[in-house]
């Protein structure tokens, strides 16, 4: 099992940057990977925001790149996810994942999600 914290979120306006953080239960070099997802208002599926797996390769949404950036201290366990020039279009309820393997297979993992809105 891991549980996963996130933090950071808030109102913001347009422009402007926040720091989210996912703290993990376990070691992030025992994980395979650990994503940020989003939820925007009124859409029933989430969206990857940005990965990075245990080699520390980076992937973004294509909506985020060169805005967003995905870090990790592995001392503390924790994810962060910095965003700059933040849009309206960013509001949404931002989740933390972590994948886990298990011998052959693997198990996913989510925070309970926070808050991101970015008023114009």
């Known amino acids: 099992q891991v549980q996963l914290v996130e933090s950071g979120g808030g109102l913001v306006q347009a422009g402007g940057s926040l720091r989210l953080s996912c703290a993990s239960s376990?070691?992030?070099?025992?994980?395979?990977?650990m994503a940020w997802y989003r939820q925007a208002p009124g859409k029933q599926q989430r969206e990857l925001v940005a990965r990075i797996f245990n080699d520390a390769t980076r992937i973004y949404a294509d909506s985020v790149t060169g805005r967003f950036t995905i870090s990790r201290d592995n001392a503390e366990n924790t994810v962060y996810l910095q965003m700059n020039s933040l849009k309206p279009e960013d509001t949404a309820v931002y989740y933390c994942k972590a994948v886990l393997s298990t011998g052959s297979q693997y198990s996913s993992y989510w925070g309970q999600g926070t808050q991101v809105t970015v008023s114009s």
């Open positions: 376990i070691s992030l070099s025992s994980l395979v990977s």
